[in-house]
C-alpha cells in the first residue's frame, strides 16, 4: 500500500508538471503573438503524432518508477524538485522573453552582452541556443536554464536524465574488484550539475568528475553539488575536443544533451576523446534527442523543434549515425534505446 500511493503521489507530481509546462508554453505563445507578432504560422503537431507522445511519456515515467523500485536510486530522487529556485526564477523567465522575442524576430543568433569574453570559444558554441540570453555564457543563463528545459520538456527533462543510471551501474560491474571510491567517472558537459547530482544519489561512494565549456555553469554547478553530502565532485572547464585527462582514466563517462547542439566534426572528436580516457572494459553513455532512424513518426516534433528553437546543428543530428561514428573510435557492443524524446547510446570499450 505504501508503494501504491507513493507512485502515485509521483504520478500526481509529473502530471503536475507536465500541465504547468503545457499552460507555460500556451500563455508565452498567445503573449508572444501580441507583443512581438512575428507573421510566422507555426504547423500544429498532427492529434495522432499527440496520442504517441502521450504514450511515450507514459512509458517514460512507468520505467522511472520501475528503476527507483529496483533500488537503482532512491525514490527520493523522483521528487527532486528545486522548488527555491522555481519561485525565485521563474519570474525572471517571464522577464526575459521580450529580448527572447526579439532576438528571434530579428534572427539574432550570436547575441552577447558586451562584458561577456567570447574569445578562445569555438565558433559553434557562440550561439544563442533556445534565442536564451547570452548563450550559455552568462550567470543569469545558468540560473533559468534547468528551469526552461523543465518547462521545455512539460517537466519530464530530469526523468529522461535519470535513464542513464541504468546502464551505468551495470557497466561498472565489469570492476567489481575496485573499491567504489576508486571507481571515476566523468560526466563530459555536465552544465549546471543535474546529472552529476543523480549520478551521485544512486552512486554516493564513486569519484566523480564533471566538465563544461561554461565557467558560468561551472560556478552554477558547484552551487549545486556543494549542497550534497559526500565528496564534491571535481569539476574543470574544458572542451570536451580536448579532455584534459590521461588515457583510460576513468571507469565510464557519461553525456547528456550535448551532441544535438554539435555540428558533425565535433561529434566525431568528442566521441574519439571520450575513447581515449576511457579504461578498457569502460562504458560511455550518450544521452540526447531522438532521431529519424528510431523515431520517425516523431518527425513533425523535431522539425517543430528544429523551427522554433535555435538549433543550427540539431537537423543533421537526426539522421546522423552515431552508432557508427562510435564504433569508427573503437567502442564496440553500442546498444541504444529510446525514452519519450531522448535516446540512449551505450557503447563499451574493449577490454
Same mark, same amino acid.
Given at each position: 500500500?505504501?508503494?501504491?500511493?507513493?507512485?502515485?503521489?509521483?504520478?500526481?507530481?509529473?502530471?503536475?508538471?507536465?500541465?504547468?509546462?503545457?499552460?507555460?508554453?500556451?500563455?508565452?505563445?498567445?503573449?508572444?503573438?501580441?507583443?512581438?507578432?512575428?507573421?510566422?504560422?507555426?504547423?500544429?503537431?498532427?492529434?495522432?503524432?499527440?496520442?504517441?507522445?502521450?504514450?511515450?511519456?507514459?512509458?517514460?515515467?512507468?520505467?522511472?518508477?520501475?528503476?527507483?523500485?529496483?533500488?537503482?536510486?532512491?525514490?527520493?530522487?523522483?521528487?527532486?524538485?528545486?522548488?527555491?529556485?522555481?519561485?525565485?526564477?521563474?519570474?525572471?523567465?517571464?522577464?526575459?522573453?521580450?529580448?527572447?522575442?526579439?532576438?528571434?524576430?530579428?534572427?539574432?543568433?550570436?547575441?552577447?552582452?558586451?562584458?561577456?569574453?567570447?574569445?578562445?570559444?569555438?565558433?559553434?558554441?557562440?550561439?544563442?541556443?533556445?534565442?536564451?540570453?547570452?548563450?550559455?555564457?552568462?550567470?543569469?543563463?545558468?540560473?533559468?536554464?534547468? /528551469?526552461?528545459?523543465?518547462? !521545455? +520538456? $512539460?517537466?519530464?527533462?530530469? =526523468?529522461?536524465?535519470? &535513464?542513464?543510471?541504468?546502464? *551505468?551501474?551495470?557497466?561498472?560491474?565489469?570492476?567489481?574488484?575496485?573499491?567504489?571510491?576508486?571507481?571515476?567517472?566523468?560526466?563530459?558537459?555536465?552544465?549546471?550539475?543535474?546529472?552529476?547530482?543523480?549520478?551521485?544519489?544512486? /552512486?554516493?561512494?564513486?569519484? !566523480? +568528475? $564533471?566538465?563544461?565549456?561554461? =565557467?558560468?555553469?561551472? &560556478?552554477?554547478?558547484?552551487? *549545486?553539488?556543494?549542497?550534497?553530502?559526500?565528496?564534491?565532485?571535481?569539476?574543470?572547464?574544458?572542451?570536451?575536443?580536448?579532455?584534459?585527462?590521461?588515457?583510460?582514466?576513468?571507469?565510464?563517462?557519461?553525456?547528456?544533451?550535448?551532441?544535438?547542439?554539435?555540428?558533425?566534426?565535433?561529434?566525431?572528436?568528442?566521441?574519439?576523446?571520450?575513447?581515449?580516457?576511457?579504461?578498457?572494459?569502460?562504458?560511455?553513455?550518450?544521452?540526447?534527442?531522438?532521431?529519424?532512424?528510431?523515431?520517425?513518426?516523431?518527425?513533425?516534433?523535431?522539425?517543430?523543434?528544429?523551427?522554433?528553437?535555435?538549433?543550427?546543428?540539431?537537423?543533421?543530428?537526426?539522421?546522423?549515425?552515431?552508432?557508427?561514428?562510435?564504433?569508427?573510435?573503437?567502442?564496440?557492443?553500442?546498444?541504444?534505446?529510446?525514452?519519450?524524446?531522448?535516446?540512449?547510446?551505450?557503447?563499451?570499450?574493449?577490454?
Amino acid at each position: 500500500m505504501p508503494d501504491t500511493l507513493t507512485k502515485l503521489t509521483y504520478q500526481t507530481f509529473q502530471q503536475g508538471k507536465n500541465y504547468f509546462g503545457l499552460a507555460h508554453k500556451i500563455l508565452s505563445a498567445q503573449v508572444m503573438n501580441l507583443v512581438s507578432p512575428s507573421g510566422r504560422n507555426t504547423k500544429p503537431i498532427p492529434t495522432e503524432v499527440l496520442q504517441k507522445i502521450q504514450q511515450r511519456l507514459d512509458n517514460l515515467l512507468e520505467v522511472d518508477w520501475q528503476d527507483a523500485e529496483k533500488g537503482i536510486y532512491p525514490q527520493s530522487l523522483l521528487f527532486d524538485n528545486p522548488w527555491e529556485e522555481f519561485f525565485l526564477y521563474y519570474p525572471a523567465v517571464w522577464l526575459d522573453f521580450p529580448q527572447i522575442w526579439e532576438r528571434s524576430k530579428q534572427k539574432k543568433y550570436q547575441d552577447f552582452s558586451p562584458e561577456i569574453d567570447t574569445s578562445g570559444y569555438p565558433s559553434y558554441y557562440l550561439q544563442n541556443f533556445h534565442h536564451q540570453t547570452d548563450g550559455y555564457l552568462s550567470d543569469f543563463s545558468a540560473n533559468v536554464y534547468d /528551469l526552461q528545459v523543465e518547462l !521545455l +520538456f $512539460g517537466g519530464t527533462a530530469d =526523468p529522461m536524465r535519470r &535513464r542513464i543510471l541504468a546502464p *551505468l551501474k551495470q557497466g561498472l560491474k565489469n570492476f567489481a574488484d575496485v573499491p567504489p571510491s576508486q571507481k571515476r567517472i566523468l560526466d563530459v558537459a555536465c552544465g549546471t550539475g543535474r546529472t552529476l547530482k543523480m549520478i551521485r544519489a544512486a /552512486l554516493p561512494q564513486v569519484s !566523480l +568528475f $564533471g566538465t563544461d565549456l561554461s =565557467p558560468a555553469y561551472l &560556478r552554477k554547478a558547484n552551487q *549545486l553539488l556543494s549542497e550534497n553530502p559526500g565528496e564534491l565532485p571535481q569539476l574543470l572547464h574544458a572542451n570536451a575536443e580536448e579532455l584534459p585527462y590521461l588515457d583510460n582514466y576513468f571507469h565510464a563517462l557519461t553525456c547528456v544533451f550535448l551532441f544535438h547542439e554539435l555540428p558533425a566534426s565535433a561529434r566525431q572528436n568528442v566521441i574519439e576523446q571520450c575513447f581515449r580516457v576511457t579504461k578498457p572494459g569502460g562504458v560511455f553513455i550518450i544521452n540526447d534527442s531522438i532521431q529519424m532512424s528510431d523515431s520517425p513518426e516523431m518527425l513533425p516534433v523535431m522539425d517543430s523543434f528544429y523551427e522554433t528553437f535555435h538549433e543550427p546543428y540539431y537537423k543533421h543530428y537526426t539522421t546522423d549515425d552515431l552508432v557508427e561514428r562510435l564504433e569508427k573510435a573503437g567502442f564496440e557492443s553500442v546498444s541504444t534505446e529510446t525514452h519519450f524524446m531522448s535516446k540512449i547510446f551505450v557503447a563499451h570499450k574493449p577490454v
